[in-house]
């Protein structure tokens, strides 16, 4: 059986409104200055640039899960970093419920943070030691200053860890994080996000540092979220099997940029891009009726150095004279018009792409 197969989570179509995006993101870019070196300071010659994200553009809707993947170093999580303005866009635009956020003073930034909240990878390092459970959830409160009352206070963190179900909630309340599991402090963390009643989340790599056995809860945890509260859920993850089991859509970055981007089931069945192909094949298989590349050829390259054209071409197996000079634009993929792929074989139709599972 396929490791991608019967999901235990089934996804489901988004609901979207009539409106505006939850979250839109045009043409981001974050560049970081690297230090000159000192042939260039005697050259007087200006330093390198890493370009880490180099002109991103998606959307997300209310109660819509969209998965961001990609090998490490791809730039997916500067990319929703700098959609929550935790780090500086060089340049493009980040709305966020149709308000442009790009270029909001500091000061204005605190309305943003109850509305967009932010699940870190590692629940050991995310929590606070010395505080007990209630004071780590209701911190946010007091720091918005929404806590009119001790009494408010405590219902709105027993909400919290209801939601996360972290019942009974008066013995979780007073629990310090070492009394406290991987998968139990994920979901501490998780009700410190929604105490604060945010319409988007974005959830970094929020299974990774968990055990197999409690990867599933969270994953249906933050699946309910979405579905019941209407949440939007940007979740970055290197995993596809991850990906294909909650997300709405996927969206594939490859040093920088969008490569690939479409419904989860059909991109994850069907891959149109290299690189999203090179991705799932390597995903291990108990069975197989053919044989397919496991790893990919050569080493991600330095975002200080971008390629010429494709950025994937160095390491494309079906790179051709034009991948090296034209740089391809994300457009429909011929027999696929939902997902948009930036490869030139792909737009026409000249990549086998059917995955022939047992």
Same mark, same amino acid.
């Given at each position: 059986?396929?490791?991608?197969?019967?999901?235990?989570?089934?996804?489901?179509?988004?609901?979207?409104?009539?409106?505006?995006?939850?979250?839109?993101?045009?043409?981001?870019?974050?560049?970081?200055?690297?230090?000159?070196?000192?042939?260039?300071?005697?050259?007087?010659? %200006? @330093? =390198?640039?890493? *370009?880490?994200?180099?002109?991103? +553009? /998606?959307? !997300?809707?209310?109660?819509? $899960?969209? &998965?961001?993947?990609?090998?490490?170093?791809?730039?997916?999580?500067?990319?929703?970093?700098?959609?929550?303005?935790?780090?500086?866009?060089?340049?493009?635009?980040?709305?966020?419920?149709?308000?442009?956020?790009?270029?909001?003073?500091?000061?204005?930034?605190?309305?943003?943070?109850?509305?967009?909240?932010?699940?870190?990878?590692?629940?050991?390092?995310?929590?606070?030691?010395?505080?007990?459970?209630?004071?780590?959830?209701?911190?946010?409160?007091?720091?918005?200053?929404?806590?009119?009352?001790?009494?408010?206070?405590?219902?709105?963190?027993?909400?919290?860890?209801?939601?996360?179900?972290?019942?009974?909630?008066?013995?979780?309340?007073?629990?310090?994080?070492?009394?406290?599991? %991987? @998968? =139990?402090?994920? *979901?501490?963390?998780?009700?410190? +996000? /929604?105490? !604060?009643?945010?319409?988007? $989340?974005? &959830?970094?790599?929020?299974?990774?540092?968990?055990?197999?056995?409690?990867?599933?809860?969270?994953?249906?945890?933050?699946?309910?979220?979405?579905?019941?509260?209407?949440?939007?859920?940007?979740?970055?993850?290197?995993?596809?099997?991850?990906?294909?089991?909650?997300?709405?859509?996927?969206?594939?970055?490859?040093?920088?940029?969008?490569?690939?981007?479409?419904?989860?089931?059909?991109?994850?069945?069907?891959?149109?891009?290299?690189?999203?192909?090179?991705?799932?094949?390597?995903?291990?298989?108990?069975?197989?009726?053919?044989?397919?590349?496991?790893?990919?050829?050569?080493?991600?390259?330095?975002?200080?150095?971008?390629?010429?054209?494709?950025?994937?071409?160095?390491?494309?197996?079906?790179?051709?004279?034009?991948?090296?000079?034209?740089?391809? +634009? /994300?457009?429909?993929?011929?027999?696929?018009?939902?997902?948009?792929?930036?490869?030139?074989?792909?737009?026409?139709?000249?990549?086998?792409?059917?995955?022939?599972?047992?």
């Amino acid at each position: 059986m396929s490791a991608l197969a019967n999901p235990a989570v089934a996804p489901t179509t988004a609901s979207k409104d009539a409106g505006e995006h939850l979250l839109e993101v045009r043409d981001l870019a974050v560049h970081f200055a690297l230090k000159r070196s000192f042939s260039d300071r005697l050259a007087r010659r %200006g @330093g =390198q640039v890493a *370009r880490a994200v180099d002109g991103v +553009s /998606l959307t !997300l809707d209310r109660g819509e $899960l969209l &998965a961001l993947v990609g090998e490490s170093g791809s730039g997916k999580t500067t990319t929703a970093l700098a959609a929550l303005r935790l780090l500086e866009p060089t340049a493009g635009t980040v709305l966020l419920e149709g308000q442009d956020i790009t270029k909001l003073p500091h000061s204005d930034l605190r309305p943003l943070r109850r509305r967009a909240q932010l699940i870190h990878q590692d629940p050991y390092a995310a929590l606070d030691p010395r505080l007990r459970t209630r004071d780590l959830i209701a911190e946010a409160l007091r720091i918005h200053g929404l806590t009119p009352s001790k009494e408010a206070e405590r219902a709105a963190v027993s909400d919290a860890l209801e939601k996360v179900g972290l019942t009974p909630v008066e013995t979780f309340a007073e629990r310090y994080p070492h009394q406290l599991s %991987g @998968g =139990q402090r994920q *979901r501490v963390a998780i009700a410190g +996000s /929604l105490v !604060l009643g945010p319409s988007l $989340l974005v &959830a970094d790599e929020p299974v990774s540092m968990l055990d197999v056995s409690v990867r599933a809860g969270i994953l249906q945890l933050l699946d309910g979220l979405r579905r019941d509260e209407g949440v939007g859920i940007l979740m970055i993850t290197h995993d596809l099997a991850t990906a294909a089991h909650v997300s709405d859509r996927v969206a594939v970055m490859y040093h920088g940029n969008l490569v690939e981007l479409g419904p989860a089931r059909t991109v994850i069945d069907r891959p149109q891009h290299p690189y999203t192909q090179a991705l799932i094949y390597a995903v291990p298989r108990v069975h197989r009726d053919e044989e397919r590349v496991r790893t990919l050829p050569g080493e991600p390259p330095d975002a200080s150095r971008v390629p010429s054209g494709c950025r994937f071409h160095p390491r494309c197996t079906f790179c051709e004279e034009r991948c090296r000079s034209e740089v391809p +634009s /994300l457009l429909p993929a011929t027999g696929d018009p939902g997902v948009l792929v930036a490869c030139h074989l792909a737009t026409e139709g000249a990549l086998t792409t059917t995955r022939k599972d047992p």
